[in-house]
């Protein structure tokens, strides 16, 4: 076991202040623990990417302290300004404390450990901003008009993704299993790095793909993302093994369908993947990254192509129950799913027993989230400019 800091950093991109009443675009990383910085690197990556789909806007990375290394050292040379070093506990209420302190949040994205039982691990499992967070409603009316969060860490879709979209009022996505590092091949795609789920070992030594100019790969977090497994969740917690999604799921329970389809659209222009999609892109632009954001992958057989072709059917037949994910689907709308978790608990605690949880799927039938998740992306197109 790493030593634990309890601290966390405050730094913004490309800068070394922060003017608390700008529109500000927040990045999230929670303490590796076994995955050392790489949640630290696709926050990164992120943050390079919102800077260049929107210069004028500023970008804050609040992160734990990785204390195996000199963090400050190292975020320094990938151009984060250090603002605050606080030697406070990093958990949901030190969190949600510095971000009220910003009054016009464009976006909120959280890379993390996580688990649909207690949230986004913070610093370790026992620091963490779950349901019970205190202090979470004092986030809303923080937010700009077409604002979001996204969930990065493994399961957040069951939950925490549904219970912020109604306390912030704010589109907020979620993944239904387990998601994962995925690293950009030389055949243009990213794939997992476990020994059978990618297709050679030629690995890309330079993004041309996904930014305004080709970047080496040598640089932290430039070929680098977190994505869904395409395989229900298995782990620490138990076996979610009748069903899932491979995809982050928007969440939108107050807001109007209009509205949410719009925020979707938008979001995907941060998205690191085989497109350098812009705001003036065309629809077929459009559809090739929404196809690597919503698709999975396969080194074996051409699942993404499959998926993207029967995507495009769903429109003309308004047959939707394609699913490309392992096993059943989950059945979600834009308010919630027909799933839920369930475990046993420590007898006399209440706490939730590791190994024991199963996921219960709720509905009778062929799901079709996937396929209507795709056409409210492609419904949102036509606000991408507004």
Not at 270 to 278: A, C, D, Q, V
């Amino acid at each position: 076991m790493a030593a634990k800091s309890n601290a966390y950093l405050v730094t913004a991109y490309n800068a070394d202040k922060v003017n608390y009443d700008a529109p500000t675009r927040i990045l999230v990383a929670g303490a590796g623990d076994d995955l050392g910085t790489q949640f630290q690197e696709v926050a990164r990556g992120k943050a390079l990417k919102y800077s260049q789909q929107y210069p004028s806007e500023q970008i804050v990375l609040i992160t734990a302290n990785e204390p195996q290394i000199d963090d400050k050292a190292l975020l320094k040379a990938w151009g984060f300004g250090v603002i605050n070093e606080d030697r406070s506990t990093f958990n949901g209420k030190t969190l949600i404390d510095e971000a009220v302190k910003f009054s016009k949040i464009d976006s909120i994205d959280i890379f993390s450990h996580s688990s649909a039982q207690y949230g986004i691990h913070l610093d370790g499992k026992a620091h963490r901003l779950t349901l019970n967070t205190k202090g979470l409603d004092a986030l809303k009316g923080h937010f700009t008009k077409d604002a979001y969060a996204f969930l990065h860490g493994c399961n957040g879709g069951f939950n925490l993704a549904p219970f912020l979209s109604d306390m912030w009022e704010i589109p907020v996505a979620g993944a239904m299993t387990s998601t994962n590092f995925q690293k950009l091949n030389n055949d243009g795609n990213f794939y997992l790095t476990e020994e059978g789920f990618f297709p050679n070992t030629d690995w890309a030594q330079q993004n041309s793909k996904s930014f305004d100019t080709t970047l080496d790969c040598s640089k932290s977090g430039i070929c680098l993302r977190l994505k869904p497994d395409n395989n229900p969740y298995t782990g620490f917690w138990g076996e979610y093994t009748d069903g899932g999604l491979p995809f982050y799921k928007f969440f939108c329970t107050k807001n109007s369908e209009v509205d949410c389809k719009r925020v979707m659209a938008k979001s995907l222009l941060s998205f690191i993947g085989n497109t350098n999609l812009k705001k003036t892109g065309t629809l077929v632009e459009y559809k090739k990254l929404l196809q690597d954001f919503l698709c999975p992958i396969s080194a074996k057989n051409d699942l993404r192509g499959e998926c993207a072709a029967n995507l495009e059917n769903s429109l003309l037949t308004k047959d939707q129950t394609y699913n490309p994910f392992s096993r059943n689907q989950v059945e979600c709308d834009f308010k919630g799913c027909k799933a839920e978790i369930k475990c046993s608990k420590v007898l006399l605690t209440g706490v939730y027993k590791p190994g024991t949880c199963t996921l219960v799927n709720n509905f009778e039938g062929k799901a079709t989230t996937l396929a209507r998740e795709y056409k409210a992306y492609l419904e949102g197109f036509v606000n991408l400019n507004k």
